[in-house]
């Protein structure tokens, strides 16, 4: 069973930026696709970003293109999500997920099956 770990969330002023890395306990994501994923109070879960650590493609939701940068840190083998320009709409529990989805699916939750617990970030205005 791989268990994903997030870490790097918090509170951030809107404009501001946050890092958010996602590790896994096999300490490699070597086939897998790995996607964040974010859940606002009162709202379903919806996908942010992905990478597939294998060639390094990368997805973005509309909302966060541009501003969000989803990448792969070799050294310490964990997928990194750079949030710039943060608004108080980004506000959520964002979660890592790994799985070996194809295009079509890469954005769908079902697409994946190791999450982890979720990281809290906030952004006022």
């Known amino acids: 069973q791989v268990q994903l770990a997030e870490s790097g969330g918090g509170l951030v002023q809107a404009g501001g930026s946050l890092r958010l890395s996602c590790s896994s306990s096999e300490r490699t994501f070597s086939d897998y696709a790995v996607a964040w994923f974010r859940r606002a109070p009162g709202k379903d879960r919806e996908f942010v970003g992905a990478?597939?650590?294998?060639?390094?493609?990368?997805y973005y939701s509309d909302s966060v293109k541009g501003r969000f940068t989803v990448s792969r840190n070799y050294a310490n083998r964990t997928v990194v999500l750079q949030m710039n320009s943060l608004k108080p709409d980004d506000s959520a529990v964002y979660y890592c997920?790994?799985?070996?989805?194809?295009?079509?699916?890469?954005?769908?939750?079902?697409?994946?099956?190791?999450w982890g617990q979720g990281t809290p970030v906030t952004v006022s205005s």
């Open positions: 997920a790994a799985g070996r989805p194809i295009v079509s699916t890469i954005r769908q939750e079902r697409a994946y099956y190791y």
């Open positions: 990478l597939r650590w294998s060639n390094g493609a990368t």
